[in-house]
């Protein structure tokens, strides 16, 4: 066992890759799950990030986990001191049976939580939740805080907010249940980010990218009036980083959140930069009583008329005086996440693309 060995899961993923970037440059020794060694199109970009490292192939260790069989967690969690569990289903629309993310979401968690168990040398554990979990969908209002709970038990909750919320009260539960039965367990530390933006190290794409690229490629001509609570997926990567290896930060939540934008603004952050390099983006708002008729003929659109003109603040105080984290300004956020789209293939070049401004600081899957 090494004293800075750490378990990142879904290690492939939009979030898991950019907190693997922040441990390697941190000095540590990690060790990413994933689901199959053999896919290179998701594993070449997460190699590459400790190319530069000395040592590389001891710096990044790859095991085969799947969240749903506990066989495998028992050997990734083997000479870590800390486990970073992030990976989660996140679908792009809703399933037909809410248990198709729930039951990974919350028996994942559990795999990795019970494999952490067996292993003396690991003190802390930090949760990748969200503020899913923290404000119970679309509901709108706040600003919430890290004391606040959704209600599963309200029918109107999405499959996937209600997946966030089980999984994150069964960790909890966990580390409460092992404390009583063998009078100890590790720390657990949970961060709950909002709508993560940023640059992407993913070799494929991912939800998260949707609204980016639907609107620097105009899929759609008219905006809807969709109001998100964004924060850098940078940021988020440190919080991790930060919550891990600080040992006053135990047993607690943190809310990461910058601020909230409209799709129109976002729309025209994207215009200013990219209208001259050749992209028609679209900065006109769709009135809400032509989107929620459209959503009846279209199952995409259907799926965001709960979220139509509605507002959901959260207090990042914590994140702020704790983790003692600025946000990332959410023009940044925005222009960096469209250039390493760009760069990495997900969004077609135009004739007029100039590239990436020099002294830009873009860490993209395929540069």
């Not at 199959?36 to 192939?57: G, M, Q, V």
């Not at 969240?67 to 970073?84: F, M, P, R």
């Not at 440190?238 to 909230?260: C, P, Q, S, V, Y």
């Not at 946000?327 to 925005?334: K, N, S």
Request: charged fraction near 20%.
């Amino acid at each position: 066992m090494t004293a800075n060995q750490v378990l990142v899961t879904g290690g492939t993923g939009f979030v898991a890759s950019q907190v693997i970037k922040c441990f390697l440059e941190g000095d540590f020794f990690v060790t990413a799950s994933v689901r199959n060694k053999k896919n290179k199109k998701k594993i070449e970009p997460l190699l590459s990030l400790c190319t530069k490292a000395a040592k590389p192939a001891e710096r990044l260790q790859l095991v085969e986990a799947d969240l749903l069989n506990y066989d495998g967690w028992e050997k990734a969690v083997q000479n870590c001191s800390l486990v970073i569990h992030v990976a989660s289903p996140f679908p792009g629309s809703a399933p037909k049976d809410e248990n198709e993310i729930i039951k990974p979401a919350v028996e994942g968690t559990l795999n990795v939580l019970k494999a952490a168990a067996t292993n003396d040398n690991i003190h802390k554990v930090v949760l990748t939740s969200s503020v899913s979990s923290i404000s119970g969908g679309f509901q709108g209002g706040g600003p919430f805080t890290e004391d606040q709970w959704t209600n599963t038990g309200d029918s109107t909750i999405m499959a996937y907010v209600k997946s966030k919320t089980l999984a994150e009260r069964a960790a909890w539960k966990f580390v409460e249940e092992q404390k009583e039965k063998v009078g100890r367990c590790f720390d657990l530390v949970t961060i709950n980010p909002s709508f993560i933006l940023g640059p992407t190290l993913c070799g494929t794409e991912f939800t998260s990218m949707e609204p980016i690229k639907r609107i620097i490629e105009r899929q759609m001509p008219l905006l809807p009036k969709l109001n998100f609570s964004v924060v850098d997926v940078r940021d988020v990567a440190k919080a991790h980083f930060i919550a891990a290896t600080d040992d006053g930060l135990k047993n607690e939540r943190f809310i990461l959140h910058n601020e909230n934008i409209w799709m129109q603004q976002l729309a025209i952050i994207l215009e200013k930069e990219f209208k001259w390099q050749g992209y028609n983006v679209p900065t006109t708002v769709a009135p809400s009583g032509i989107v929620k008729l459209v959503g009846f003929f279209d199952k995409t659109i259907k799926n965001i008329i709960p979220m139509l003109e509605v507002e959901t603040y959260y207090d990042n105080s914590k994140m702020i005086n704790k983790l003692k984290l600025q946000p990332t300004p959410v023009d940044q956020t925005i222009i960096d996440m469209a250039y390493s789209m760009i760069e990495s293939g997900f969004v077609k070049k135009t004739s007029k693309y100039r590239g990436i401004p020099p002294g830009s600081d873009i860490n993209c899957a395929h540069l």
